[in-house]
Every structure is written in C-alpha cells, then in structure tokens.
C-alpha cells in the first residue's frame, strides 16, 4: 500500500456532468500532483501543488479544476469535459516539489466521458 | 522533446532470465528515476539514482547511469512472473522547474 488513495476508482460521466476526483496522501508530505494517463502516450503532468499552493499549470483546459484545501488532500473538479479526456488519473505525493524526490502514486480513477 | 525513451518498447522473456531495459535522454539532469506499473494501477518508484552517480543497487534490481551518453538501464535479474508490468523511466531535468519527464514505459512480460 503506497499511502496515497484515490476515490472513485471508476467514473463514468456524461459531457454535461460535474463531478470530483479526491485524493489523499497519508505520508505526511508537502507536494501533490495530478497527472494524466491516456492509452500509448507518457504520463501527462497536470498541475502541481506544495505546500497547498499551486506551483504549476501545465497548460492544462480550465474544465478541469484542482483544489488543494490542505497538504492532505487534492481534488480534481470535472465539468464539461470531452470523449479525448478518457483516461486514468492518477494522483502522486512527495516530500516537497523539489528536485529529488520520489514520488508515490495512488491507484487512479479510470475516468469515461460519455 | 526532453523525455526519457525507453527501449525496447515490449519484452518476453521466462521465468528466471534476466530482463535489461534501457532509457535515453536528451538533456542534463539532476537524477534518474524507474517506476513499475501493474496493469490499471498507480506506479511504484524502484529506484532513484543522482546524476553523480553510476550504479545503484535494489534487491534484484541493479540501474546504471552514464550521462556522457545520456543513458540508463535497468536490469532485474531472476526475473518473476509477478515482475510482469510496465517499466518507466523519469527524468528530473535541470530547467524543468523540479518537474518529473516519464517515457512511454516498457511492457515486461514474464513467462512462468
């Protein structure tokens, strides 16, 4: 077990819907991330927190929408997304965004759009 | 693109082989790292080894690292079936603003 969870593990959601993704890190660490995993491409980094303030945006669509209320807690707020955002998101912590650090991995939401 | 290249892209091999994969790269960094990934699941970091370092060593896991060339290789010796899932190399590039570069991944099947 890696310390980090993730919930839902399956979504399926229609274009028109609004829903969240969570993640929480037991691991007592300051950085979380949101990253995208599609079918033969790299992993994609979304955005980046430390110490609950965001630190990076990788040109990410303002229909998706994190949150970072503590450095427990990450969420990812879904609305009006496309078919091509289908993948699996996977949520990763570490000790703090610095150069270095390993970084530990929840098992991922497997997000459809329908 | 600064992304690590993993190679080959899929490997097959039995039960007590030895599995060498290999990552390119294309600038300067401060560290390598190898992650596994079990089908469907979050990835698990192996081994973390610093650009002034050569070889490092985990259990039956042995990476290397020349960055004169630019390159990493990960070998897991008397391999397992439960060693089958996908391998990634991550760089941690100077100028990446301490973000991590994952490859594709590499597919290890292994035979029982």
């Known amino acids: 077990e890696t310390g980090v969870t993730q919930t839902p593990r399956h979504l399926v959601m229609g274009m028109t819907n609004k829903k969240s993704l969570k993640c929480e890190q037991h691991?007592?660490?300051?950085?979380m991330y949101w990253y995208k995993q599609s079918a033969k491409k790299p992993l994609e980094l979304m955005f980046v927190y430390n110490f609950k303030e965001q630190t990076e945006n990788n040109s990410v669509p303002s229909r998706f929408s994190p949150e970072c209320p503590n450095s427990s807690h990450l969420f990812l707020h879904l609305h009006t997304l496309q078919p091509e955002d289908s993948a699996l998101y996977l949520c990763?912590?570490?000790?703090?965004?610095?150069?270095?650090?390993?970084?530990?991995f929840g098992p991922g939401t497997r997000l459809t759009v329908t | 693109s600064q992304q690590g290249e993993e190679d080959p892209q899929a490997l097959s091999i039995q039960e007590g082989e030895n599995a060498t994969m290999n990552c390119s790269y294309k600038?300067?960094?401060?560290?390598l790292q190898w992650y596994r990934q079990n089908s469907g699941r979050g990835l698990v970091h192996l081994i973390l080894?610093?650009?002034?370092?050569r070889e490092k060593h985990s259990g039956r896991l042995r990476v290397t690292l020349d960055t004169s060339k630019k390159s990493s290789s990960l070998l897991i010796t008397a391999s397992r079936a439960a060693d089958t899932a996908s391998y990634f190399c991550?760089?941690?590039?100077?100028?990446?603003?301490?973000?991590?570069?994952f490859g594709k991944g590499i597919t290890l099947s292994v035979r029982p």
């Open positions: 600038t300067s960094i401060n560290n």
């Open positions: 991550a760089t941690d590039w100077t100028g990446a603003n301490s973000k991590l570069t």
């Open positions: 691991l007592g660490h300051n950085a």
């Open positions: 990763a912590s570490s000790q703090t965004s610095g150069i270095s650090y390993e970084q530990y």
């Open positions: 080894i610093r650009s002034n370092e």
